[in-house]
């Protein structure tokens, strides 16, 4: 079950192809839903995307990387950010979030001809422009190394901040809407992670395995010391290689948890499978 707006829909009864559609266009899976509820089809549901449409970006779109891990992220909240979408609401077509962020960049009619094009439609994306399609690569996603996101489930619900560096490529992305600060580089990803993630020791987070974009995905739940519960805390979207980890964009938007059907709260978890030793952090390096 799915809920938008006070609105609850089940994903049988989604046009899927209508909503992923929408969401290609808008990058916002909330809007997607209302718009492809509302639509007679794909031209109806275009041109409401072209009334509506933005430009939804991640971090990366609007800045360089920050090269001080240790310092305060910036917060842009009134930004309206790219969104994922989840397993059960997607097409056949290519929607993985590299491609849904490429075409966020597009002005709204050419992206409305690419979006048509990618799907199959030209010709609904020839009576509204002449335009050729823009130049978007969908980028072939790595089938999932289950061992590789085991590795990472573990590192991270441990608190073994050494062992999560050792799973991104050198030249790794982490980014975090609504936080503008992003971060290339596994040793950089470490210091943040080490610096800023209010986890204390093993147990602290619990991580539920999901799909998004196609991609792997996680839903991170961190414990309240005070209720001695997990809370929703953040959605995880992973860019593998055959090997490593080489982009994860972690949602804080807490509304994405009842997207992905996900609770709030983690009340009746499995016993701590850790010892409670608290793993060492990675070395905090001196600012220059």
């Not at 992670?193 to 999901?210: F, K, N, V, W």
């Not at 839903?219 to 090997?243: C, G, N, S, W």
Request: one cysteine or more; hydrophobic letters at 40%.
């Amino acid at each position: 079950m799915v809920h938008f707006g006070g609105t609850a829909y089940r994903a049988d009864e989604l046009q899927r192809g209508l909503v992923s559609h929408c969401y290609r266009m808008l990058g916002s899976i909330t809007d997607a839903v209302q718009i492809a509820a509302a639509s007679t089809g794909y031209e109806d549901a275009t041109r409401a995307c072209l009334r509506q449409v933005g430009s939804r970006p991640l971090p990366s779109d609007l800045a360089a990387p920050s090269d001080d891990p240790e310092g305060v992220l910036s917060e842009r909240s009134e930004i309206l950010w790219l969104e994922p979408i989840p397993a059960d609401l997607m097409d056949d077509h290519p929607i993985d979030l590299g491609l849904i962020a490429g075409l966020q960049r597009l002005p709204p009619i050419e992206r409305a001809v690419t979006v048509l094009h990618l799907e199959g439609r030209p010709n609904i994306a020839d009576l509204l422009s002449d335009l050729p399609p823009a130049p978007i690569t969908a980028v072939p996603l790595v089938a999932p190394d289950e061992l590789l996101l085991a590795r990472y489930r573990a590192g991270f619900e441990q608190y073994d901040v050494p062992a999560i560096v050792t799973l991104f490529t050198d030249d790794a992305i982490w980014e975090m809407p609504p936080f503008t600060s992003w971060f290339r580089g596994a040793r950089d990803i470490g210091r943040l992670i080490s610096t800023h993630c209010p986890a204390e020791r093993p147990g602290d987070q619990y991580l539920l395995p999901l799909t998004a974009n196609g991609h792997p995905a996680f839903a991170v739940y961190m414990r309240d010391p005070k209720e001695d519960i997990h809370r929703a805390f953040q959605i995880q979207v992973l860019t593998l290689t055959a090997t490593a980890v080489v982009h994860a964009v972690a949602f804080f938007d807490l509304t994405l948890f009842q997207t992905f059907h996900l609770p709030d709260l983690l009340t009746a978890l499995p016993p701590n499978p850790y010892d409670g030793t608290p793993k060492p952090h990675i070395e905090r390096l001196p600012k220059h």
